[in-house]
């Protein structure tokens, strides 16, 4: 018996070993960064190759789904809301899955990223966007399945899918108009009330300059409606490095009844200490 038990766990060990050794995949698996325009586009496939089969009509028949690729469903990521086809598919991720036809593909994307291969339950709710495209003959066989992200323009791309002697491109439009425009009025409305404040901040943390770091901290503060209490804590001890001790005192209070309804001990003890400090406690 003894003999036996070790027998088997010699055996274990021997395919255990063997298990480690690190061969090629018969589909390697790829990941593809795009930046189209001012819009991130990932693509994540595993890529099967033709290895003397027919393959559109036969090992991928024409009127079913397909996952694109092989094993895990191919992804495609979005880092801004993109538009297929006029429907508009929000900033994330979404399983790519396409039913071929000789003259045309129906391409799918799919909000459910997590199957291996298709879904087993096919749920319309989750279709994000579809879209009827044609098929175009290459002049050359390609022998391992690729999908490319091509014809890049500063509001678009095609996302191309390439196996055998097919392409299919679909169009995907990005919002780089309405990015650079938003940024063009935003830089030419002159700085926020956040640049203002981060510049007041910077300065009385470093030491420079107080007496303009005091012009944008009034700046930020009047464009701020109700400044919060650590915004007020920042002002306290402007005034106070800048030796007005009234107003540091004033608006150190403001600050402490914030942090107060904020329940917010640091800042309560914070403001406590300074305004025993100045004198006012």
Known sequence: MKKLVLFVFAVTLLFSVDAQIETPQPSPFTKIEQKVGLTDVTLEYSRPSMKGRKIFGDLVPYGKMWRTGANKNTMVTFSDDVVVDGTTLKAGSYAIFVIPGESSWDVIFYSDIQNWGTPR?????????????????????????????????????????????????????????????????????????????????????????????????????????????????????????????????????????????????????????????????
Do not use: C, H
């Open 121 to 281: 339950e096919w749920d319309d709710s989750k279709v994000a966007a579809k879209t009827t495209v044609n098929t175009y003959e290459m002049p050359m066989a390609v022998e391992t399945w690729t999908i490319s992200i091509d014809d890049l323009k500063s509001n678009s791309a095609q996302i191309g899918f390439i196996w055998e002697n097919t392409y299919v491109g679909v169009k995907v439009k990005v919002p780089t108009d309405d990015k650079v425009s938003a940024s063009i009025e935003k830089t030419m409305a002159g700085p926020g009330a956040g640049d203002y404040y981060s510049a007041a901040v910077y300065n009385l943390t470093e030491g420079k300059d107080l007496d303009k770091a005091q012009i944008w901290m009034d700046k930020a503060m009047s464009m701020i409606e109700n400044p919060g209490f650590w915004q007020l804590r920042q002002q306290s001890l402007l005034y106070a490095k800048l030796g007005d001790k009234k107003k540091a005192i004033e608006t150190a209070k403001k600050s402490l009844a914030g942090a107060e309804a904020a329940g917010n001990a640091d800042y309560v003890k914070m403001n406590k200490e300074s305004l025993k400090e100045w004198g006012a406690l």
